[in-house]
């Protein structure tokens, strides 16, 4: 089956820092990687969508310049959380979506752990 | 604004009896609809989905059931099995700027299953 790997899987950072989060589809080309974050106890909430090759769309109330959003590949998007804070601590997956398969599928990521010390 | 509302946080269940997972959501612009399960630190792994223009789906143990005019849907899962203690999100689809589906989601319920 289509699988999408995190990289890193949890990082700890200090305020004022950037945090780099990878996204990658492994067995398939993905045009289209969508971020998300998890409270704990919440629902997933999309931050952005990327395709490949264009600027990320950013939902509302999500700042770009603070949370990068790189799609350079099929199969790499990455994510940069810049200047982090501890209120950005929280659980971040990513997803994408297999150029090949039902329209609507997206395989997800295993996730990344964020806290900000 | 929660387009997509799970209301049961959590839920408990015997082993061998049926789960049913509830949903309901208020946009009429969605047009397809997922149920994902969730362990801890681990991204949500597709269970079965629903078209808009149907109202039921089935695949083995796990049964979705859309009620358009009620905006509902539900997910049972008979008979319940203890590996199926986890928590299900609720999600649905609805087309996004640039042309991409993009997918909203409930709260999640945490189902438990009691051996």
């Known amino acids: 089956g289509a699988v999408v790997s995190q990289h890193p899987s949890w990082v700890i950072c200090k305020s004022g820092t950037s945090v780099k989060i990878e996204c990658r589809s492994l067995d398939f080309q993905a045009t289209t990687m969508f971020w998300y974050r998890q409270f704990p106890k919440q629902s997933l909430m999309l931050m952005a969508t990327s395709n490949e090759g264009s600027k990320a769309t950013y939902e509302q109330g999500v700042e770009k310049d603070k949370f990068l959003i790189n799609h350079a590949s099929l199969t790499l998007s990455t994510l940069t959380v810049t200047s982090a804070h501890p209120e950005d601590s929280s659980f971040y997956i990513c997803?994408?979506?297999?150029?090949?398969?039902?329209?609507?599928?997206?395989?997800f990521g295993p996730g990344t752990r964020l806290t900000v010390l | 604004d929660q387009q997509v509302k799970q209301n049961s946080p959590s839920l408990s269940v015997q082993e061998g009896r049926i789960s049913i997972l509830n949903c309901d959501y208020t946009n009429s612009m969605f047009d397809y609809f997922l149920w994902y399960k969730k362990y801890p630190a681990e991204g949500p792994t597709f269970l079965i989905s629903?078209?808009?223009?149907?109202d039921k789906n089935e695949d083995g143990r796990f049964t979705v059931f859309l009620n358009k005019s009620a905006k509902h849907l539900s997910l049972h899962i008979v008979p319940s099995q203890p590996g199926d203690s986890a928590v299900y999100f609720c999600a649905a689809s609805v087309m996004g700027v640039q042309g991409a589906q993009k997918l909203v989601f409930g709260q999640g319920t945490r189902l438990t299953i009691n051996p």
């Open positions: 997803s994408a979506r297999d150029l090949l398969a039902a329209f609507n599928e997206q395989f």
């Open positions: 629903i078209s808009s223009i149907k």
